[in-house]
């Protein structure tokens, strides 16, 4: 997803962010429900007994719904190891913060004051790190914006797209997502740094690998343009691999 801000106004959310008013008014309660001004009483018409809901069992019941509702962000990032999912999660009333990485929990606070600020986790093999800008707009509208090495996700992927390559091939009903690192010359693939061979050819020069029993390499030959500079080729089993725009 090449775009790094949501915004959400009034509970609408724009992009792939979501809210509702139920967030809202559970936050609320349950707020109210910590802070012992209110009792969850419960009164059956039967019996006229009254029930007290303890906050565990409130949010026992209740969180499938928070959680539904406070999903606020979600962005792609592809990385040399695979391309990577990001969640964000905002209780706007109670600051909750909760962030997933291909949906593995990585951060959660439950009560936050402050609505505002940032948070930071790693991304990937690598370790990329990411970090979460959370931003007042007005009233109750939030910007959200993800930054990658410091880069807003947008810059990010611009640049990265001037120093790698990336292929996308199925080989024997396996689909199969190969990066080249074109500063180091590592190669990628579905996730695994691979072994490689470099050799000098006569018009350039060839990185040699194997993706299970198939034969790979890159050939490298200049363009003859100093602002194309050097063309990267995939060649599996003598067939030439169109490259994929991410």
């Known amino acids: ?15 792939k962010s979501i809210h509702s008013q139920h967030s809202l008014l559970l936050s ?20 006229r007994e009254e029930v007290t809901l303890s906050e565990e069992e409130v949010r026992s019941r209740y969180s499938h719904l928070e959680k539904m509702t406070d999903l606020v962000a979600v ?17 706007t009333t109670s600051g909750k913060r909760v962030v997933y990485v291909d949906g593995k929990e990585i951060i959660r606070k439950e009560w936050m004051f402050k609505l505002v600020g940032k948070e930071t986790f790693t991304v990937g ?20 914006t993800l930054e990658i090495n ?29 990066v080249l690192e074109k ?11 691979m072994e490689t061979a470099g050799e000098f050819v006569e018009d350039g020069t060839e990185t040699h690998f194997s993706v299970g029993d198939h034969s790979c390499y890159i050939k490298a030959v200049s363009s003859g343009k100093r602002k194309e500079g050097i063309i990267h080729t995939l060649i599996v089993d003598d067939r030439e691999i169109p490259e994929a725009v991410e």
Do not use: Q
Not at 76 to 89: P, R, T, Y
Not at 130 to 141: E, K, R, Y
């Open 1 to 15: 997803m090449e775009n790094d801000v949501c915004i959400t106004a009034n509970k609408s959310i724009s992009h």
């Open 28 to 47: 609320c309660f349950s707020s109210f429900l910590a802070a012992g001004w209110i009792k969850s009483p419960l009164v059956t018409m039967a019996s």
């Open 75 to 91: 962005w792609e990032v592809a990385l040399s190891d695979g391309v990577h999912k990001i969640e964000f999660e905002h209780g």
């Open 125 to 144: 093999v690598s370790k990329t790190r990411a970090t979460i800008n959370i931003d007042a707009v007005s009233g109750f509208a939030y910007e959200y």
């Open 150 to 178: 410091g880069k807003s996700l947008k810059k990010y992927m611009e640049n990265r797209s001037k120093t790698t390559n990336t292929w996308v091939l199925s080989l024997g009903g396996t689909d199969y997502r190969v």
């Open 183 to 193: 500063d180091t010359m590592d190669v990628w693939c579905n996730g695994e740094k």
